[in-house]
């Protein structure tokens, strides 16, 4: 099947990846590619998907004002226009441009958008636009995602994220130090602040890894706690180092504070053997359950502490358990696949 992949037009689809969405898109393009499928990404410069890679076009404007913006539209549109011209038998959008969904609806091909994101404003505009002439698939990856998009677009399907189970090694004795661990992106949305105050307030150890996100967010309310023996930072770590940071701690600890779409970092510390106290937003309650981990309020210190005793009475077997059972990538990608399938045959049927 030739299956087109419009990737996130922010960030390079590469290792140390930027995001969930940046290595969840790298998965099913990598997953695709091996099942023997023609993929072709349309990707920013240095990215390293297999299969074949289209660029967006680049920007010429350096100054963030109003000629930049209106270049990032243009080039990306044409961007668009060029990929969609191509011959697909499906297309499956995971940028978070609004002209994406735009174009999309009035090409010509088998469209899938999933929504790795809340609605976001840029987003609500574009479906907005074609919610009264719906001509693709939509996709959530969690129930909370599925229903919020559904309050203005009359169907939206679930097909949950999924991890590459194979890269993450479980570990099911803790040995090393009693640490709890944390990683993602460092910004004002995942709670990181908020969580660092509860764990200074129980005196306990809390390593951080993820990318800088937010300059200002982390120079005033991060870094000074950083001075602290109770934390420490250790940078923006690929896979592999990320697998070795999060299986050698006691516990994993979730605190975002926006509806999490889906938590792509629960899914990673249960394929660790390591249970999850998170925070409960977002789509944590459908990761998680009673054998795996304990949901919390981050605005409750009591709370935070029933959690922390809770989690440290879990088997790490059964944690990888879950993860085996609901978070493989495999799964993912079947599902995907049996939809472009569906949508390719009801094409072919129509066509005929």
Known sequence: MKIGIICHDA?????????GLEMITFLIVKELHHRGHEVTSLCLKGSTLPGNMVYYEEIESAEDNLEYQLEEVAAVSKSLNNFLLRDFDVVQ?????????????????????????????FLKVAIDVVASNVRQQFIGVSDCISDLYGKTLPKVNTIYNGIDLTIWKPKFEVTEGFYY??????????????????????D???????????????ESQIKPLLTLDNFEYVGHLHQKELNEF?????????????EEPYGLVIAEALACGV???????GAAPEILERKSGFLFDIKNLESFKQGLNYIDSLSRRDCRNRAENFCSHHSM????EALYA???????????
């Open 11 to 19: 960030f390079p689809i590469a290792q140390p990846f930027q995001g």
């Open 93 to 121: 959008n995971h940028s978070l441009h609004y002209q994406s969904i735009i174009l999309g609806n009035i090409s010509h091909h088998n469209f899938i958008t999933t929504f790795h994101t809340p609605v976001f404003s």
């Open 181 to 202: 661990s944390w990683s993602g992106r460092i910004c004002k949305e995942k709670g990181l602040d908020e969580l660092m105050g509860l764990c200074l307030k129980e």
């Open 204 to 218: 306990i150890t809390l390593k951080i890894a993820g990318p800088i996100s937010d300059t200002d967010y982390f």
């Open 246 to 258: 999060i299986k050698k701690s006691r516990g994993y600890i979730f605190s975002s504070i926006w």
């Open 275 to 281: 249970p999850v106290l998170a925070n409960k937003v």
């Open 333 to 336: 990608v079947d599902k995907y």
């Open 342 to 352: 569906q949508m390719s045959s009801k094409y072919l049927e129509k066509a005929v």
